[in-house]
């Protein structure tokens, strides 16, 4: 979930969630809304 990886990492969350759009643009991560959450999972292979 996105907000363990703002505890893990301690960045603000803007700077998180900039991160982890650009790494969904380039296919390495997969976003899914969780109720009011979001998952990123990490994909085997990037998706373009």
Sequence with gaps: MQSELYK?????RT???????RLESL????IIKVNRLNKI????????
Excluded: N
Excluded at 15 to 21: D, E, I, S
Excluded at 41 to 48: A, C, S
């Design 8 to 12: 893990i990492l301690g960045v603000p």
């Design 15 to 21: 700077t998180l969630w900039r991160a982890v759009k």
């Design 27 to 30: 296919g390495y991560v997969k």
């Design 41 to 48: 999972v990490l994909l085997k292979e990037p998706q373009k």
